[in-house]
């Protein structure tokens, strides 16, 4: 299973997401433009040293990500009225998990090219959970799903 985040914004959602990744052993993808510099200060405190373990690889462009991984089923994390919610959603182990942009979420024609949205149940008139708590929400839950915990 792949974690994708789609032109992330904010370097500390990241870099806390590069070190969940190299602490669980997933393969984190980042999809340009991004926010920031790679080697942003901010982004490397919230990774600490957990980044250098990091599968981590960088896409120059949604077209150049969705190339690469043809095939394969991409799972938005979306707040949308058609999203499924994310515990009653039936992963499969080579879904890649994708968290939209901290500002904008998916720009539009983007997310018409993925077929699979899930969201996370909130409390009536909040607009959506940290980029990166989310993350690991669905991927937690994923991940038991496929009993995939038992791996490590």
């Known amino acids: 299973m792949n974690l994708a985040l789609y032109h992330p914004q904010i370097p500390q959602n990241t870099g806390t997401l590069l070190r969940l990744a190299s602490c669980i052993g997933i393969n984190l993808d980042l999809i340009?433009?991004?926010?920031?510099?790679?080697?942003?200060?901010?982004?490397?405190?919230?990774?600490?040293?957990?980044?250098?373990f990091a599968d981590c690889?960088?896409?120059d462009s949604f077209e150049k990500f969705c190339e690469e991984y043809s095939g394969r089923r991409l799972v938005a994390l979306d707040v949308g009225d058609n999203s499924a919610r994310h515990h009653d959603f039936k992963y499969e182990p080579d879904d890649i998990l994708m968290a939209g942009s901290e500002h904008y979420g998916f720009l539009n024609d983007d997310l018409k090219s993925i077929q699979h949205r899930v969201k996370i149940p909130m409390l009536p008139h909040r607009r959506s959970v940290n980029m990166a708590v989310a993350a690991a929400m669905v991927l937690s839950e994923a991940m038991s799903q496929l009993n995939a915990w038992d791996r490590l």
């Open 32 to 52: 340009r433009p991004l926010g920031f510099v790679l080697s942003d200060k901010k982004l490397k405190r919230a990774g600490m040293d957990y980044i250098q």
């Open 57 to 59: 690889k960088i896409h």
